[in-house]
């Protein structure tokens, strides 16, 4: 069994998001950076996991493109789903996970969450910066990815 994870990370939080799955998964796992690999071969895994972050409420273009333009063959696979966001509200994060990804994915995932995130003021640009500052009224850094999601979403991934 192996498992393609493939993740669209701005700032770094959701490829370490991907780097915690992988090491709570027993099958062989490659990571593919979707920014590097724009057209990986998904047709080498097993199964697959897709990871993406949320700003100003949306996820990245790329990672939808990627999304439609394999969906058929994403449909065929066991598939996980996931997003990572500051959101703090339950309804609203199940909201961003569902506008990031196409609706017959969300059906057909064996998993879905959103795992929380991470605000690291010094890898920001100085808007992103005063944004933050501004919307989490913080000048430190936050570190809050969720745990205990990550673990309900390789239990439902591995089921
Ligand atoms: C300018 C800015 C806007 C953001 N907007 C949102 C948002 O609308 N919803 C959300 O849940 N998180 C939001 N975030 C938090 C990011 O999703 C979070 O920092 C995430 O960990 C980034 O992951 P990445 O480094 O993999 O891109 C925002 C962060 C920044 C810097």
Redesign the pocket.
């Known amino acids: 069994m192996n498992t393609a994870i493939i993740?669209?990370?701005?700032?770094?939080?959701?490829?370490?998001v991907a780097q915690m799955i992988s090491s709570k998964l027993s099958t062989e796992n490659t990571l593919i950076d979707l920014k590097i690999n724009t057209t990986p071969e998904i047709e080498k895994y097993d199964s697959i996991i897709i990871g993406?972050?949320?700003?100003?409420?949306?996820s990245s273009k790329k990672m939808k493109s990627f999304c439609n333009n394999n969906i058929e063959y994403l449909k065929s696979k066991p598939i996980g789903l996931y997003v990572?966001?500051?959101?703090k509200e339950e309804i609203?994060?199940r909201e961003?996970l569902e506008r990031a990804y196409p609706l017959e994915l969300l059906e057909k995932a064996k998993s879905k969450q959103f795992l929380?995130?991470?605000?690291?003021l010094e890898?920001?640009n100085f808007?992103?910066r005063m944004?933050?500052k501004k919307?989490a009224k913080t000048d430190k850094s936050i570190l809050a990815i969720n745990h205990e999601n990550i673990d309900k979403f390789v239990e439902e991934f591995i089921l």
């Open positions: 993740y669209y990370s701005k700032h770094g939080t959701t490829l370490k993406c972050s949320v700003y100003a409420g949306t990572c966001g500051m959101e609203k994060q961003e929380g995130g991470e605000f690291i890898n920001m808007f992103e944004i933050v919307i």
